[in-house]
């Protein structure tokens, strides 16, 4: 089949690579003029999610202070993301939040297994580093961590629990005072760099053939018609004037992997995700002291903010901010802004001070989309030949490849691999 794949990010990447070897011919149509310059560019680094790294669950905004929780509530945000807040803490159950994250582990185990082969097959360099160490603050928050170590333990996944103590001697550069709960250390789960990754395997599609990329082209319709389905272009800048006639791609099947981009395309055809957009901060900063530096990737557990090197470079990511999702599109403002970055910055000074400069740090901000039970959606929606694969909230890096291999299954009518419960709550009409 001929298919589209609408976005250049991490999700459509991936996409089109499991699409190709399928044995479709793939088109992505980037607006950037080069791949991973959305969420993409701006993740924290881990590649595959654990119970500790969703964004639901007992410790997800448990508090409601900004400073506790790492989620900066703008004032006067709107009824919908109160609904949307409202909902996802419903999962602060614990029994809610197993249920939950049994149905989306299948997904992590078919996305370790994908991108494993890929590896194998093209031996990528892309500034893997293994070993991650969460850390608790709390004791309030170690006990709310506790159904996370459940499923931990039920799942098998190797970790080891350590004392403060343990953790500083694991990883000279954490600081034990003021003293904390504690840290869950795993060291067979990995951080790397998810622009890289995205950028190597474009560049392998590119030398394979059969992926086509059509960057600085933004789509701005796509139309279903009977047995086929067509993106619209909208005009490059300066070609209105010469033209009114629009760009129109045909094809046998669209794929929406647009990140935040994708909501306004699928309202268009009337289909309205509930997914919310929140906007995240990075910090890139310089080594300031080699040996306060890490060795191992540090995260915040309960504020979710990542600290992974890279090189001679640490990598702070978090900071969310949650508003009405109308305003994401506007300036965040000074103050509101300048509070996200102080959260990462604090963090940093907290776990690991003297690690880095931040004076020095690049900064950057972005969107990515969370859906209110935490799930991505991935699957076919609304006509036979329109699929999505959006809203992988934090770990979209990580997920990437056993979503694309879900979409290029569903897409050629082969059978996925995954338990049918997981497929019912990755679909979009889960929320009807
Ligand atoms: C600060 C931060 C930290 C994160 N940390 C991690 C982490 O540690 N681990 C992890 O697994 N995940 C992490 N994530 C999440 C992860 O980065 C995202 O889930 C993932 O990158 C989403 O990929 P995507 O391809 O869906 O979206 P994007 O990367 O946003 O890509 C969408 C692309 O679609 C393009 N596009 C949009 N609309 C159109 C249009 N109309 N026409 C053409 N092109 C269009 C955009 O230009 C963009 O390039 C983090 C995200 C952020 C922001």
């Known amino acids: 089949m001929d298919v589209i794949v609408i976005g250049g990010g991490i999700a459509g990447v991936a996409t089109a690579y499991h699409l190709r070897a399928a044995g479709h011919r793939v088109c992505v149509v980037e607006r950037h003029a080069t791949v991973a310059q959305g969420a993409t560019y701006g993740h924290g680094g881990t590649v595959l999610p654990t119970p500790l790294d969703v964004w639901f669950g007992p410790t997800f905004m448990a508090s409601r202070q900004n400073a506790k929780n790492g989620v900066v509530n703008r004032i006067g945000f709107n009824g919908a993301a109160r609904q949307f807040v409202k909902q996802l803490g419903a999962l602060q159950e614990p029994d809610a939040f197993a249920r939950q994250f049994g149905r989306l582990r299948p997904l992590i185990e078919a996305s370790r297994d994908a991108l494993a082969d890929v590896e194998a097959r093209f031996g990528l360099e892309f ?9 608790v603050r709390s004791e309030q928050e170690w006990e ?30 954490v600081r034990t005072e003021p003293e904390f709960a504690g840290g869950v250390l795993f060291d067979q789960e990995r951080t790397g760099n998810s622009p890289l990754f995205t950028k190597l395997i474009k560049q392998t599609l590119d030398t394979q053939g059969g992926v086509q990329f059509m960057l600085g082209s933004e789509v701005s319709a796509i139309r279903l018609e009977g047995q ?6 909208a005009p490059r800048p300066g070609s209105a004037a010469r033209s009114r006639e629009v760009d129109v791609i045909h094809a046998d099947a669209v794929v929406v992997a647009a990140g935040h981009g994708s909501l306004a395309l699928l309202e268009r055809l009337g289909l309205r995700l509930p997914l919310h957009p929140l906007r995240m901060h990075t910090l890139v900063a310089p080594i300031a002291h080699e040996e306060c530096a890490p060795h191992v990737a540090i995260v915040d557990a309960v504020k979710r903010i990542g600290i992974s090197r890279m090189n001679h470079r640490l990598r702070i990511a978090g900071g969310a901010v949650l508003q009405g999702a109308g305003q994401i599109d506007k300036p965040l403002g000074e103050a509101v802004t300048k509070e996200a970055f102080a959260l990462l910055g604090q963090a940093t000074h907290d776990w690991i001070p003297g690690a880095a400069r931040i004076s020095a740090a690049m900064p950057w901000e972005g969107v990515k989309l969370l859906s209110p039970d935490g799930l991505p959606v991935i699957g076919n929606a609304l006509h036979p030949r329109l699929f999505v694969n959006v809203g992988h909230g934090p770990a979209g890096w990580g997920l990437a490849y ?24 990755l679909r979009a009409d889960r929320f009807q």
């Open 127 to 135: 500034e893997q580093v293994s070993g991650l160490l969460h850390l």
């Open 402 to 425: 056993g979503a694309g291999k879900l979409v290029a299954d569903l897409l050629s009518g082969q059978s996925p691999n995954l338990p049918d419960d997981t497929l019912a709550a």
């Open 228 to 233: 086929r389905a067509a993106v619209e272009l």
């Open 144 to 173: 709310q961590t506790q159904p996370a170590l459940d499923l931990l333990r039920q799942y098998e996944v190797p970790h080891q629990v350590l004392t403060p103590d343990e953790c500083a001697a694991f990883e000279h550069s």
